[in-house]
């Protein structure tokens, strides 16, 4: 059995911050420790938006800095990490970039 959660970030000029970063990591970990106490595999899906302009460049850095977080939660958690399944958003520029990507 699985089951999925997401939580979802957007890219700005100022966004994601380190705390949203920080509390969605959380909420993915509790999240994965739950299911795994239950049973059920965890599908964690910290998604970052393809909205805004930003370019591809800015997408790797906050991609990069997400899934550090993510995987420092799961760790904390003490999330059995061969027990996950990640799923993670395809780096690209902002859907609204005049950069191609």
């Avoid at 999925?4 to 380190?18: A, D, G």
């Avoid at 969605?24 to 899906?45: D, F, K």
Wanted: hydrophobic content about 35%; charged content about 25%.
């Amino acid at each position: 059995r699985f089951a999925k959660w997401r939580c979802v970030l957007k890219i700005r000029k100022n966004t994601p911050s380190e705390l949203s970063i920080k509390e969605n990591a959380n909420v993915l970990a509790r999240y994965a420790s739950c299911c795994q106490q239950a049973g059920i595999v965890p599908i964690v899906e910290p998604e970052i938006l393809p909205d805004g302009d930003h370019d591809i460049q800015r997408c790797q850095e906050v991609t990069e800095r997400v899934l550090a977080a993510v995987y420092k939660a799961l760790s904390d958690h003490n999330v059995y990490l061969e027990g996950t399944l990640l799923k993670p958003n395809m780096v690209t520029g902002g859907q609204s970039s005049k950069k191609d990507s």
